[in-house]
């Protein structure tokens, strides 16, 4: 059994990867939080370009952000704070000098449909 990698100590196949295959599995902004964390740990951009909301969708740059996935090696995510349409966390990964870094950051999420949908990240003062 694989664990997922988003921290949950369920297996992959009964957590992130049901949100994988479809993203209307996410019941919550956590949810969607850990598969994104997971898709970018697994590489998969599709799914990462895909999460984003469609008003937003438009305004990212696909090429960039696979770059950074790729360029980088995931260790680990620790959720901080959730609320109904945001996630504070921290995933902690390798980078190209292969320095541990941390990226810090307090999600934004909405549904559109029934559907959670990533809108915006800041990183908190």
């Known amino acids: ?34 598969a994104r964390y997971t898709a970018f740990a697994r590489r998969m951009m599709g799914f990462i370009y895909d999460s984003f909301h469609p008003v937003c969708r438009r305004h990212q740059n696909r090429r960039e952000i696979e770059q950074w996935a790729r360029e980088n090696e995931w260790l680990h995510l620790d959720i901080i704070k959730c609320t109904y349409s945001t996630v504070e966390f921290k995933a902690h990964y390798l980078d190209v000098h292969r320095q541990v870094q941390i990226h810090h950051e307090k999600s934004a999420f909405k549904q559109l449909n029934g559907t959670w949908f990533y809108v915006s990240g800041k990183v908190p003062s």
């Open 1 to 34: 059994m694989e664990h997922c990698l988003c921290g949950s100590e369920k297996a992959y196949e009964m957590c992130c990867a049901r949100v994988h295959e479809d993203l209307n599995q996410a019941t919550s902004a956590e949810d969607l939080m850990r």
